[in-house]
């Protein structure tokens, strides 16, 4: 019987998933001083500049930055990396995943990783990262790759056909979709209202859209995998093809 990090080698195809735009940072200088986030950085035992930027607690300091309701919002990442990496395709080494930040930082993180799911531990294992690089020194389960402009942080990461899922793009079911190929990048967005920013439109042109309404990234997430897992997955490839 193999170990675990034997068991977790990549067999097979490969979802690629980069959350994008996320709406992810620490707080910027303008707003550190601002009594919000000075109080829940004391709260936390930490500097103004040690915590990550969020709506519920900053709503005051975040109105004074441009793009204010599309910053703040760690919690879409969170759910959206929960929803993917416990995902059973994740669990088989189906799945590489990697968050693109506002602030233009490339997140990488491993398929085996298992997140906290208390809202605290979370951020702070995230601050760490952007502040630090890494999460660990040695064999890190979260790391920085860098600052990169969108078709670098594509260039970096993705593979195959990029799709970015845009709720103006064509309408396909999630089947559909990853019928395209096993050999696939899905692009989701992680900020909370708007559009998508005009670097991340030339760097991904090619869109899709899997309900006629706005969903949540998590949600979308969800889809993709389960439609990816169904077609390209290692139990799929078991099953006898339909004459």
Avoid at 46 to 60: F, I, T
Avoid at 115 to 122: M, N, S
Avoid at 201 to 211: E, N, Q, V
């Amino acid at each position: 019987m193999g170990s675990l990090k034997e068991d977790r080698i990549l067999r097979g195809p490969v979802l690629k998933v980069l959350l994008a735009d996320a709406a992810l940072e620490l707080p910027p200088e303008e707003v550190r001083g601002h009594p919000a986030v000075r109080k829940h950085a004391h709260t936390m035992g930490r500097r103004p500049g040690e915590v990550l930027l969020d709506q519920n607690v900053h709503r005051p300091a975040i109105a004074r930055l441009p793009d204010a309701k599309r910053r703040g919002r760690p919690d879409i990442v969170q759910y959206t990396l929960l929803t993917l990496l416990e995902s059973p395709l994740a669990k088989a080494g189906g799945l590489e995943v990697a968050v693109h930040t506002v602030g233009g930082m490339l997140l990488r993180v491993r398929s085996d990783t298992r997140l906290p799911r208390g809202e605290a531990r979370f951020q702070g294992l995230l601050a760490k990262v952007l502040l630090e690089g890494a999460s660990q020194a040695a064999e890190p389960l979260l790391w920085s790759d860098g600052v990169m402009e969108p078709a670098q942080a594509l260039g970096a990461f993705a593979s195959g056909d990029v799709v970015r899922l845009d709720e103006h793009g064509p309408l396909m079911e999630p089947r559909e979709l990853v019928g395209r190929g096993k050999d696939l990048s899905l692009v989701l967005g992680a900020f909370p209202s708007g559009d998508w920013s005009d670097a991340w439109k030339r760097a991904a042109p090619d869109t899709a859209s899997l309900w006629p309404e706005p969903l949540n990234a998590w949600a979308v997430a969800a889809e993709c995998v389960a439609a990816y897992r169904a077609r390209w997955g290692p139990d799929a490839q078991a099953k006898p093809r339909e004459a």
